[in-house]
């Protein structure tokens, strides 16, 4: 609209328009941007991302076990056994390819495994753990 107003029809009015378009769609794509990836209201949604991928998880790491007759030393030895395995964990990033994997630690024959939360500190309220039932699984919650 800006280029028809100036080149074609020379009219301030389609140029006008033009610019209040183009300030329009950036504010919205900026407001977007910001509540789905620093707003409490987005954060909110990855962590119930992060627990149905921590729920997922278990499984993944149980099977790598089945095959190797061992816990993985890491998440990305789970690679070895499916290499579609994701351990990314969406809360800790702000988009593109920034996200760290969950926590996990290998203790003897069990393992730990959780998102540090929100707050991204390890050891607090808002930390998600897997919710599954861990009667024959190697999972604890440390």
């Known amino acids: 609209m800006v280029v028809v107003g100036v080149v074609k029809y020379k009219d301030k009015r389609l140029i006008f328009i033009g610019c209040l378009a183009i300030f329009f769609t950036v504010a919205i794509y900026g407001f977007l ?7 409490d209201f987005g954060k909110r949604e990855f962590a119930e991302i992060a627990q149905k991928k921590l729920n997922n998880l278990v499984p993944e790491i149980e099977f790598f076990k089945l095959k190797k007759g061992r816990y993985p030393d890491s ?18 990033g702000n988009g593109g390819d920034n996200y760290r994997p969950f926590n996990y630690k290998k203790i003897g024959q069990h393992y730990t495994l959780f998102s540090s939360g929100i707050d991204q500190i390890i050891n607090t309220n808002d930390d998600i753990y897997p919710r599954v039932d861990t009667g024959h699984l190697g999972l604890i919650r440390e």
Request: proline letters at 4%.
């Open 33 to 39: 941007y910001y509540l789905t990836y620093y707003s």
């Open 75 to 92: 998440l990305e030895q789970l690679l070895e056994v499916n290499e579609l395995t994701d351990f990314s964990d969406p809360v800790s």
